[in-house]
Every structure is written in structure tokens, then in C-alpha cells.
């Protein structure tokens, strides 16, 4: 350490400190270091609500279910699709956030995340998905019932059987609301 180093200036907000941490993760060779540091900088870019790189310092370190999660709390997946390679886990996420937006009575969010979720990967699932998400919106049963057909039958590659029956519930707990 220098004598100059003393008089530089410190990081002070959440959004310098994650910068601080992220610039030592990148020229750390230690990968045990390297994804603590990543970690360090990701709280500190969520403290700051900078998701976008919060969710890249995620990925980075290998914690794509943290950066999965976030995504769902945010209702916003669009971070997790920019930086993650995985379609399995971002087509899971979009699910998860149209999930969490039904059980909150936002419809209208949910058929827009379930058109980007159709967009990203079509198939015969996330067709339905779309549908349901629709005529929810709309309260139009009769649709709903065709399009819970249609999720149960529908075949997709990249949702698994465990993420479907959670999706099949929430329509059925929705259903229910409306009798």
C-alpha cells in the first residue's frame, strides 16, 4: 500500500461498493474468492436497485436460483432472459411471475408476461398459458376451461411437471374465487 492509497476516495453508496467488489472479484483467480466477492457486490447492487447487474453478479457466480428467485420477487424476468443461457430456468421464471401475479389479482401484467413468455418459447403450453392468462383477465370462464385443457395436455420441453401442477393449482384457486 501506498501513501497515496490513503487519500482515495472510499466507496460510500451501496451502488460504489458493488462496483468496489465487483472490479476485486473480476482480477481475484481464487474461485472461492471470486464468487464471495460477486455475492458481496450483488447485495450491494440490490441494496442500490441495480437488478440488472444484480442479477449478471448472480449469474456470474453460479447462484441462478438466487437470480431465479429475484426475478420472481421483482414479477420482472427480463434481467434473468438477458444474462442467463438457460431457457429452462427463464421460461420457469416467466412462470413464476405470472404465477405470483395472479395470486395478486394482477391480470393484466400476467397475460403481458405470459405473451413475453409465449414469445420467448412456443409451444403448446405456453400457448394455453397464454390463453388462461387472457381470460382470467377478461373473467371469461368458459375460455379459462379450454385453456386448463389445453395446459394439462400441452407438451413443452422446457417446464417441468412439477412447475405445471403449481400453475394447474392457481387456476383451480382462481376458479374457485369465481364460482
Not at 421483482?74 to 430456468?89: E, F, V
Not at 401484467?109 to 400457448?127: I, Q
Not at 395436455?153 to 382462481?174: A, C, M, Q, S, W
Request: charged share 35%; with cysteine; proline share 2%.
Amino acid at each position: 500500500m501506498s501513501f497515496l492509497d490513503s487519500f482515495k476516495k472510499k466507496p460510500q453508496t451501496p451502488k460504489e461498493l458493488g462496483e468496489h467488489f465487483y472490479e476485486k472479484a473480476q482480477l481475484t483467480k481464487d474461485l472461492y474468492r471470486r464468487k464471495k466477492l460477486l455475492l458481496t457486490a450483488a447485495r450491494y447492487f440490490e441494496e442500490a436497485l441495480d437488478y440488472d447487474t444484480t442479477i449478471r453478479c448472480l449469474i456470474i457466480s453460479g447462484e441462478a436460483k438466487k437470480a431465479r428467485t429475484l426475478s420472481v420477487r421483482l414479477c420482472d424476468p427480463s434481467y434473468l432472459r438477458k444474462h442467463s443461457q438457460d431457457k429452462g430456468a427463464v421460461a420457469k421464471t416467466y412462470l413464476g411471475c405470472i404465477i405470483k401475479c395472479i395470486n395478486e389479482n394482477i391480470f393484466g401484467k400476467a397475460r403481458l408476461l405470459s405473451k413475453e413468455l409465449m414469445d420467448y418459447n412456443s409451444d403448446e403450453f405456453t400457448e394455453a398459458v397464454f390463453f388462461a392468462a387472457n381470460s382470467l383477465e377478461r373473467t371469461n370462464m368458459a375460455e379459462l376451461d379450454k385453456a386448463l385443457v389445453k395446459i394439462q395436455e400441452g407438451k413443452t420441453e422446457v417446464i417441468d411437471e412439477e412447475t405445471r401442477k403449481i400453475f394447474i393449482n392457481t387456476l383451480h384457486e382462481k376458479c374457485k374465487e369465481y364460482n
